[in-house]
């Protein structure tokens, strides 16, 4: 019954001299995908590495790569990284525009400025992935904007991203400015999306 | 977790609850919302007692000066460790029907297999993968197995090397299985044979800090499960990253019954068995 051993670790030093920001920033290029993982893990560390991490994203083909990008841009937590991933919300990558969403949803609060603008833009697509991202921050402002959208925005498609975001955040008191958005988008479809998230919203 | 007999002081107000709060998560990646409030300004209080700090103030200036031993009291304090022996079954059923079996086909016999078990609190998980491997996974003595478990309370991990447990923790363990693998030491404690507790090792580790986590490499399995809600997003994502770096390629992660990793990460793609569902590491990117 010995076949159980106790797991070893090995001996990795921890407090070794890291490597400088420049030498980080080279190897965001390097062939191995685990030396780019590594350099990125690094570049978490600095502000002043958004712009080229940014910049990484769209070459990178990696998917633990962009991942960890993501994840750096996130935990430098800056306006300027919101900023640099919004473009990347056009991309014609689905995995990468979905992967932009779910990090500009998880910088929270950060990211709200931003994204309240993009439900301006002239491009539907973007004014529902702005919807998308909104659903995700947690602030007291996100309900007023989503309403804002039912009440003016004039794509049905829109209006009805902003009704599904809207039936698992509503509260009761949205009822009947959510109803009353049906004069605008009267249709069959229209009708159930109103009446899903009415009985969401009413539990 | 213990209770604390103290008053909660008046001078915890909620702007210190939200101070703390960021220190703590800073430190730790574990982070409290509102809600936990009270449990978090009533361990608080009990530390400023038994430091004789005298106020929140006092005490969060000396504990961010601390060289790291009062926090780690803090963490003891402030995380949860409820488990038993054989918690959510199924998914030892699945390792030794489904998982393991995938990973030995990598494998020749006599080739090591390490497990990795996190958070372990006091040992009831990693000791129960021990005792399933012996009984259940009939290819057991053809491999070399490494298990390891590691969790950031320390003082969980005394308990787990002494491995003493009450009655309660072994409730849904087989009785054969408890007359077998137990020793009866009173009324209320049982202790796990030694050779058991030999074929496990214990580390303190934070998940979610990568120079703590840059030794833990090669795992074929990560047992992870009912940590992850604790965290918020940026730190489930890290701790992803912490999964991903420490799994050989095609390795499998599994988590609690209510967690996902495909809302944390898109490193890891989902697979059904049979008995759960399990992430696994892409052998290529």
Same mark, same amino acid.
């Given at each position: ?7 070893? +670790? ?10 400088s920001l420049a030498?980080d920033l ?17 570049l978490a560390a600095f502000p002043e590495a958004v712009q080229p991490l ?10 633990? #790569? ?10 430098i937590?800056v306006?300027q990284a ?66 804002? #959208? ?7 498609? !829109? ?10 955040? =509503?509260?009761?008191? %949205? ?15 229209? *009708? ?10 009413? &539990? | %977790? ?7 002081? %008046? ?31 009533? *361990? ?5 007692? #038994?430091? &004789? ?37 199924? @998914? ?11 990973? !030995? ?8 297999? *390490? ?7 006091? =040992? ?43 009655? *309660? ?21 049982? @202790? ?54 420490? +799994? ?7 988590? =609690?019954?209510?967690?996902? %990793? ?24």
């Open positions: 019954m010995a076949f159980i051993k106790k797991a070893s +670790l090995p001996q990795v030093a921890n407090d070794g001299p890291e490597n030498e080279s190897k965001l290029s390097d062939e191995n995908a685990d030396t780019r993982r590594h350099a990125v893990h690094d940014c910049d990484r994203l769209a070459l990178e083909q990696d998917v633990a #790569v962009r991942t960890t990008i993501l994840t750096a841009l996130i935990k937590g306006p919101v900023e640099c991933l919004i473009p990347y919300l056009g991309s014609e990558n689905v995995a990468l525009r979905n992967d932009v969403i779910v990090a500009l949803q998880q910088m929270q609060q950060l990211a709200l400025p931003l994204v309240e603008k993009l439900l301006e833009n002239p491009d539907t697509d973007i004014r529902i992935f702005a919807i998308n991202i909104l659903a995700g921050i947690h602030d007291l402002h996100v309900p007023a904007l989503l309403m804002h #959208v039912i009440e003016h925005d004039s794509h049905i498609n !829109v209006w009805s991203a902003a009704i599904e975001a809207i039936a698992e955040i =509503g509260t009761p008191e %949205m009822v009947p400015a959510i109803q009353a958005s049906l004069q605008r988008f009267d249709t069959v479809y229209a *009708r159930f999306a109103v009446q899903f998230a009415v009985q969401r919203i009413n &539990g | %977790m213990s209770t604390s007999p103290f008053a909660i002081p %008046m001078d915890i107000t909620r702007e210190n609850f939200l101070k703390f709060r960021d220190f703590f998560y800073a430190r730790t990646g574990i982070h409290f919302d509102e809600k936990k409030r009270y449990f978090v300004d009533k *361990r608080l209080s009990e530390r400023i007692k #038994v430091t &004789g700090a005298s106020s929140f103030n006092n005490y969060f200036a000396m504990l961010r000066l601390d060289e790291g031993s009062e926090l780690q009291v803090l963490v003891n304090l402030m995380t949860t460790n409820e488990t038993y022996f054989f918690r959510e079954e199924y @998914q030892f059923k699945s390792l030794v029907n489904a998982i393991l079996p995938e990973v !030995v086909k990598k494998k020749k016999k006599g080739d090591l297999i *390490r497990i990795w078990s996190i958070p372990s609190s006091s =040992g009831e998980e990693p000791y129960s993968l021990a005792i399933y491997l012996l009984e259940r996974w009939a290819e057991v003595d053809d491999y070399n197995i490494e298990l390891l478990a590691s969790d950031i309370d320390t003082r969980v991990l005394k308990l787990a090397e002494k491995g003493i447990y009450q009655k *309660r923790s072994l409730q849904y363990l087989p009785p054969e299985l408890v007359e077998k693998y137990f020793t009866q030491l009173n009324a209320t404690d049982f @202790q796990i044979a030694q050779t058991i507790r030999d074929s496990v090792a214990f580390t303190r580790v934070n998940v979610t800090d990568a120079a703590q986590t840059r030794s833990y490499r090669d795992f074929d399995i990560i047992f992870c499960r009912n940590l992850l809600i604790y965290f918020d997003d940026m730190s489930r994502r890290e701790a992803a990253d912490t999964f991903y770096d420490a +799994l050989v390629p095609g390795g499998f992660i599994c988590l =609690g019954h209510s967690e996902s %990793m495909s809302r944390i990460s898109p490193l890891f793609t989902a697979r059904k068995f049979p008995d759960s569902i399990v992430y696994q590491k892409p052998t290529s990117s």
